[in-house]
């Protein structure tokens, strides 16, 4: 057991958790400016100064996980195995610590927005979970190949069924314009796009495992 690569895991997921502490607590304050009464759907989405600086702080999170991921590694697709992790625990624990500052969110089923780039992403709590528990389980099997010498490469395949995944889970999120832009309450969520979505990421990361190792390329 490679006790150099556990430690810098370890680390990883310390750094995701304590970025995560820092974005709950920024949303418990928007939260207590803007839904004082509590945070529900339908929402009131108010178009102003705030809204846009919320955006590019969004944005500038993305940064911060990019460029950080990019200084753990020496290739690009390594660096992309330790921002899927980071970005997976991230996230996760933002929900964890939302539900220990304000106690929200009522059940992993609670409708939330996810995210704002480039228009609001609408779905459950337990969809962003999933999707994050993928992440971190395809990043450390990425970095841990990696760390063991082998030169990761997607091709053709694992492009198309990534792309496509993709496609379904961002439609599932982005397709309901009712609660994103006209005060509804949200449409059920369709776990069936969401489902498909996951099954092609995991498909697609056996594939490449599996061509990975078949190779056996060392990294250089």
Known sequence: MDWKFIKKILLVFLFGIAFAYIEAAVVAYLRTIYYPS?????????????????FFREFATLLILFSSSALLSRKFWEGFGYFVIIFGVWDIFYYVWLKVIIGWPASVFDPDILFLIPMPWIGPVLSAVLISITMIIIGIDITRLFDKGYNVKPGLIHWAMVLTGSALILYSF?????????????KPYNWFLLSGGIILFILAHVNLHKRTIKNRKPAS
Not at 174 to 186: E, I, N, R, T
């Open 174 to 186: 982005m397709s309901d314009w009712g609660a994103a832009f006209f005060q509804k309450y949200p």
């Open 38 to 54: 509590g945070f529900h759907f339908p929402l009131v989405m108010r178009y102003d100064r705030n809204l846009t600086i919320e």
